[in-house]
């Protein structure tokens, strides 16, 4: 609910619009309710195709204690294993709309609203991530999901690499997950964390946002 209403807080400004804030949550609640049964449906996928995947994207921010809707469910998942969930999600109503050599989106056919994006990757990478990961409970189901700091590295990789395209919506995030966590944005670890994966200038807009 946290999470809806920071969604529409906007139309709670606009009195010429009294019902559009109320509207809002429930349109998003219901997604969310829908997007609940997705998780259960991606979970049995997964097991019968006896592979490893690792929540990313806003629910895993979710995980970390920063509420933010958002209508896309997006895994981590090794290249190799993507064609033997790709078949069960075509089974399930889900067709491809975009692929790249690093990524693969699809939607239900059913006319669901609900996003699947995954990211695909090698089997070292995931195994190292999923050592430093942890878990999360969605629908019942237990997710793993990347380490706190993983998941930054993620989003200034992200950044550095989309400049404003992603910066509306992973620094953000990024400044959400470093205050929701308490962490020491001026410890020598994180400042090389985002030299690595992001830029000076991305570390210098962190810093300077928890010096005012």
């Known amino acids: ?48 195709a006896g592979i490893k995947a690792m929540l990313i994207g806003g629910y895993a921010v979710n995980a970390y204690h920063h509420a933010r809707y958002t209508n896309d469910i997006d895994f981590m998942i090794v290249a190799g294993d993507f064609p033997k969930v790709g078949k069960l999600l075509q089974k399930s109503g889900y067709q491809e709309i975009m692929r790249t050599d ?3 989106r699809l939607k239900s056919s059913y006319g669901d609203e609900t996003i699947l994006d995954f ?7 995931m195994e190292k991530m999923q050592k430093d990961g ?17 998941l930054i590295a993620m989003k200034l990789h992200a950044i550095k690499n ?15 997950i470093l205050e929701k966590n308490g962490i ?13 994966f992001g830029t000076a200038e991305l570390y210098d807009e962190i810093v300077k946002h928890f010096n005012r």
């Open 1 to 48: 609910m946290e999470g809806a209403a920071q969604q529409c807080a906007a139309f709670f400004l606009i009195p010429k619009y009294p019902g559009a804030a109320i509207k809002c949550i429930l349109l998003i609640m219901a997604q969310e309710e829908k997007n609940q049964s997705v998780f259960a449906m991606l979970a049995e996928i997964f097991r019968e």
């Open 102 to 104: 690093l990524f693969i």
């Open 119 to 125: 990211l695909l990757i090698d089997p070292a990478t």
């Open 134 to 150: 942890k878990e999360t409970t969605i629908a019942g189901e237990t997710f793993s999901l990347p380490s706190i700091f993983h």
């Open 162 to 176: 989309s400049k404003h395209a992603r910066q509306l919506v992973d620094f953000p995030d990024i400044i959400a």
């Open 184 to 196: 020491n944005v001026y410890d020598a670890s994180f400042k090389q964390m985002c030299l690595k």
